[in-house]
């Protein structure tokens, strides 16, 4: 029985706006209430910070990293899909999870497999996005992205409250049931009725006959079409940032997995300390939106990639300021400063991507970038963890991460600045090349420099102007 398609921009797109919002408060901000488990785990597992701190790295790194994964299951099975399966994955890692006797099978279970349920959920929700809304697209994503905030303001209230009743086993197992509401957002994603809408396929296609040059050769044309190689090696604005970004998500999520730690410390109460990942949340809620906002009005094209720096480098600067002081009223004042420029981070990263690659490439751009920052989320929190348990001072990570986002953001400042100059130079020569091979091809005489500049000059204005 065939399918009813959905009309874009109609009423039910903004139902599949609503089921993106909560898919990706479910995702994207669970990974922010990690640190709430980080002693808990690390006592009932006699491990070191370095050790413990890979459940965390694994799990973020696998929500960005199966990025090209989810693009040819949207590609093959469509968005609804995608998101009920990663619903059901996530789920099931965290219920398996809650049974586990070590670490490793805790990154296994709660690390690889409830990472990749969550990539699957959330990129696929914001890919439907794309499909259901054109002129108000810009909107869409803002409000969507109010998902986050909640998640991360709820997310860590939640994890306190369910390890002083059940234990982290039993706040596990019912984590592995709020994630099944990935599945139910996902069933509201109805296909829609537009001609970019992923095909789904009703059977597998036929076996394959041709030879092992031939398969090669379609191995190598996926890969080309999912991960960008040739984008990194010529594009160097996307050189650049893909760098700058890969080197600041070294320091950019350690706040979240170490600052609970380092308040309780400290001797801040432990419901204190949560409060502060929400905290961040909360502010992210209104600051987000305008924020995205902002970033897709068409006055701050030419700057957001020097505005995406700056937001880097105050984040940067912050992290300093929690360092020097974990009195509590202190550490209010940081995750506010924090939440402003986190919320330039996110609001302005896709928006930059997209400012540097072609669109008809951001597909495949978006999925080697996704894979490059994952390495960098990998590492980041264990070699804190080893710093951690060398130093045996919070401080030094807070250090680290300053010293990641401020180098990070000079960097890809000063990179812009030295292309666009380039640029501009490039342009006057391109312009003088094209002037004289048209000189050329009409008969123009060049031999007094002034009166040919003159004459040059007026046969460049009338080419533009037909």
């Known amino acids: 029985m065939p399918q009813v398609l959905e009309r874009a921009e ?30 808990e785990l690390q006592h009932e597992f006699q491990a070191s910070n370095s050790e413990t701190s890979w459940f965390p790295s ?45 670490l490793s099978q805790l990154y296994l279970t709660a690390g690889f497999i409830t990472g990749l349920g969550m990539c699957f959920s959330f990129q696929s929700s914001i890919t439907v996005l794309g499909f259901y809304f054109s002129r108000h697209r810009a909107l869409a994503n803002a ?13 860590p209230l939640l994890s306190r409250y369910l390890l002083e009743n059940l234990g982290w086993r039993g706040t596990f197992l ?7 509401h990935c599945c139910v957002c996902g069933a509201i994603l109805r296909p829609v009725a537009t001609s970019t809408a992923p095909e789904t396929k009703e059977g597998p296609p036929p076996p394959s006959k041709t030879s092992a040059p031939g398969c090669l050769a379609a191995c190598g044309a996926a890969i080309q079409r999912h991960l960008a190689f040739d984008i990194l090696r010529h594009n160097a604005g996307y050189r650049v940032f893909t760098l700058g ?19 309780t410390r400290h001797g801040v109460d432990e419901h204190k ?21 902002l970033a897709g009005r068409r006055d701050f094209a030419g700057h957001r990639k020097y505005l995406f720096s700056l937001a880097a480098l105050l984040n940067g600067l912050t992290n300093l300021v929690c360092a020097a002081s974990a009195d509590f009223r202190v550490l209010v004042v940081y995750c506010l400063v924090y939440s402003v420029s986190m919320s330039g981070i996110g609001a302005l990263l896709f928006q930059v991507l997209m400012d540097i690659v072609p669109m008809d490439r951001f597909s495949s751009a978006l999925g080697l970038f ?21 130093t045996n001072n919070f401080s030094y990570v807070f250090y680290m991460s300053s010293f990641f986002l401020i180098s990070a953001a000079l960097f890809m400042g000063g990179s812009f600045c030295v292309l666009q100059k ?14 004289t091979e048209v000189a050329s091809e009409r008969g123009l005489t060049v031999e007094d420099p002034r009166g040919s500049e003159k004459q040059l000059y007026t046969e460049i204005t009338y080419v533009t102007s037909v």
């Open 422 to 435: 380039k640029e501009r130079q490039g342009r006057p020569a391109e312009a003088e090349g094209a002037v």
């Open 370 to 390: 996704t894979i490059l920052e994952s390495i960098s989320i990998l590492t980041s929190p264990p070699l804190a963890g080893l710093l951690l348990d060398t």
């Open 143 to 155: 409000l969507a992205s109010v998902g986050v905030s909640l998640g991360i303001t709820l997310w």
């Open 273 to 293: 300390a949560a409060l502060l990942i929400s905290i961040i949340g909360f502010s992210n809620i209104f600051l987000r939106p305008v924020a995205g906002l």
């Open 174 to 180: 019912i984590f592995g049931g709020v994630l099944l």
């Open 245 to 263: 970004v890969m080197w600041m998500i070294l320091g950019f999520p350690l706040p979240h997995v170490f600052l609970v730690p380092y308040a």
């Open 58 to 102: 694994i799990l973020t790194a696998m929500l960005h990293a199966g990025g090209p994964l989810c693009s040819i299951l949207v590609g093959r099975f469509g968005c609804r899909v995608t998101v009920m399966l990663g619903g059901a994955l996530a789920s099931l890692g965290m219920v398996a999870s809650s049974f586990c006797h070590t």
């Open 10 to 39: 109609g009423c039910w797109a903004w139902v599949v706006l609503l089921a993106s919002l909560v898919t990706q408060g479910l995702t994207l901000g669970f990974p922010t209430c990690t640190g709430i488990f980080f002693t």
